[in-house]
């Protein structure tokens, strides 16, 4: 009865960054401090930054005027950062570098005057963030595909100027399908030179691929709203195998654990690694399971400076 880890896991750099942030401003202006949304999704995570000072808000109008504001790691919109301004916040950015990245790309196709399509998902704050970077002024528009149907919908007469971005935390797989497609239908379409799926997204996937091979049984540590951490679950189902997605060790359904040999188990990038910890010493104290390896996780060599201020 083995426990299989899955080396490339847990926080990435983004993640690291923006928990970072939140505490040094509290440390630096005291609480409380404001923070735009959750600043990464995890249960955990927002609650142990709630008991340090941090209040979570959804619209920028919550925030009293003058008042210093935290911007989550998903990013925001050209309309929050004005309400911002009008409500002379002091701002700190924790948006992750990646996903600035993107909306670096939205920026310059729209003032090209392009049409953009966003490959995401509705209603997640990253898309929404990006979408809202968009300026239709200089006569571009911005079109979000959720999946391969919205994208044989789509009529644009003229593919010399359309292009492509996506949300960083995609299933790699699924994109795929999705870019293949828009560049057989459009064959002038731009798009990035580098893939906008993030580095911590593809390592995690690559990583639960080979895991659900060698396990009868996958457990992904990660909150419910965490979109990288659904895609882990959701493609250790797809090799076949029986998976959950839990916060905590209180959630896993110890029905799941009945003639069971071999669990795989990852944690997502927003995921703190003694949520792992604990895990693994329930199951070896309590359901007789042995760790196999060592808990070492795989250091994947990238780190982003925090902003001037808090250096």
């Known amino acids: 009865m083995e426990i299989r880890l899955a080396n490339t896991r847990g926080f990435c750099a983004g993640v690291d960054r923006a928990i970072e942030i939140v505490k040094k401003v509290i440390e630096i202006h005291g609480a409380p401090v404001y923070v735009k949304h959750e600043v990464v999704h995890n249960k955990t995570v927002v609650e142990e930054l709630k008991s340090l000072g941090a209040i979570f808000v959804e619209d920028i109008k919550e925030i009293p005027e003058g008042e210093v504001v935290v911007y989550s790691a998903h990013g925001i919109s050209k309309a929050v950062e004005s309400e911002s301004g009008v409500r002379k916040l002091d701002v700190f950015d924790a948006t992750c570098p990646l996903v600035s990245k993107v909306h670096a790309e939205v920026n310059t196709y729209a003032k090209m005057g392009f049409d953009c399509l966003l490959i995401g998902h509705k209603n997640h704050p990253e898309v929404e963030g990006t979408m809202g970077q968009f300026d239709t002024s200089f006569g571009g528009t911005i079109t979000l595909i959720e999946d391969i149907s919205d994208a044989k919908k789509l009529n644009f007469k003229d593919s010399s100027r359309l292009a492509f971005v996506t949300q960083t935390t995609l299933s790699v797989d699924d994109t795929k399908e999705i870019k293949d497609f828009l560049i ?90 003694h949520l792992v910890s604990e895990v693994i010493d329930k199951l070896t104290s309590c359901y007789g399971f042995s760790l196999v390896g060592n808990k070492k996780r795989t250091d994947e060599g990238i780190s982003f400076r925090l902003p001037k201020g808090l250096r």
């Open 184 to 273: 057989d239908r459009f064959p002038d379409i731009k798009g990035p030179k580098k893939d906008d799926i993030c580095y911590a997204t593809q390592n995690r996937q690559d990583a639960i691929k080979q895991l659900a091979l060698e396990s009868d049984l996958v457990l992904v540590i990660g909150s419910e709203n965490s979109s990288n951490s659904n895609r882990l679950r959701e493609i250790a189902e797809r090799s076949g195998v029986e998976a959950y997605l839990i916060d905590t060790i209180e959630d896993l359904p110890l029905d799941c654990l009945k003639g069971k040999s071999k669990i795989g188990l990852t944690s997502g990038a927003s995921a703190p690694e």
